[in-house]
């Protein structure tokens, strides 16, 4: 899928919170452990990453055998990749802040080429990138991200923040706006190693190895 698809598909995520999950459904057990982890999220001390890129890559592989896959056969064939080597490249995690709190305790760096799908999910955070030279450090691109509130109160439906893509080679942080706890879901997608992709070297040579 193009950058553009990807960002489509992000849109359309919402996060159902606690006062949208119905009691009264035969689900009531699993919507009451949901209702749990929403709180235990929302009041998390310290700023803590959830690594979700297993489950992620279990949904992309059962997906897959439906009748409109989100990655298509023709898109492998495009690229020269079976699935297993494209969920390879894919990582998934929620990154949540309390109020206030940034993400300096964590690395937020991938390789230069990669593209990084952003999600608010709940609160407000201001985004930015950190620019280097010697000693200097500056922030770059910084943006401001708020949730909107939700207007439709008969609704059960969460209001949608629009998604954003970043690219890999300078590190990336997020402050929490000072109005409560934040949450944000990211989506990678690295770049194709170089051993994947086609040359005319002998690849035994590049790699340290002799040629035979």
């Not at 489950?55 to 020269?80: A, C, F, G, R, Y």
């Not at 998934?92 to 993400?103: D, Q, R």
């Not at 500056?138 to 923040?161: D, F, I, L, T, Y």
């Not at 942080?173 to 002998?202: C, H, N, S």
């Amino acid at each position: 899928p193009s950058a553009k698809e990807m960002q489509a598909v992000l849109d359309d995520v919402v996060l159902k919170m606690p006062q949208d999950l119905s009691m009264d459904s035969a689900l009531s057990l699993q919507n009451e452990k949901c209702n749990q982890w929403l709180q235990w999220m929302k009041s998390t001390p310290t700023p803590l990453f959830l690594d979700l890129t297993t489950h992620m890559h279990q949904l992309i592989t059962e997906n897959h055998k439906s009748e409109n896959p989100w990655v298509s056969e023709e898109h492998l064939e495009s690229v020269d990749m079976n699935l297993e080597q494209y969920i390879s490249r894919i990582s998934c995690h929620v990154i949540l802040l309390p109020s206030g709190a940034e993400t300096s305790p964590l690395s937020l760096v991938e390789s230069t080429g990669a593209h990084i799908y952003g999600k608010l999910l709940y609160g407000g955070v201001s985004r930015f990138r950190l620019l280097k030279s010697g000693k200097t450090v500056r922030r770059a691109g910084e943006k401001r991200e708020v949730m909107a509130p939700n207007r439709q109160q008969q609704s059960n439906q969460q209001p949608s923040h629009p998604s954003w893509v970043q690219l890999g080679g300078l590190e990336r942080k997020y402050e929490a706006v000072d109005m409560g706890p934040a949450a944000i879901l990211e989506l990678a997608l690295m770049p194709r190693q170089w051993q994947d992709l086609p040359t005319i070297f002998d690849k035994s040579i590049l790699s340290g190895g002799a040629c035979v």
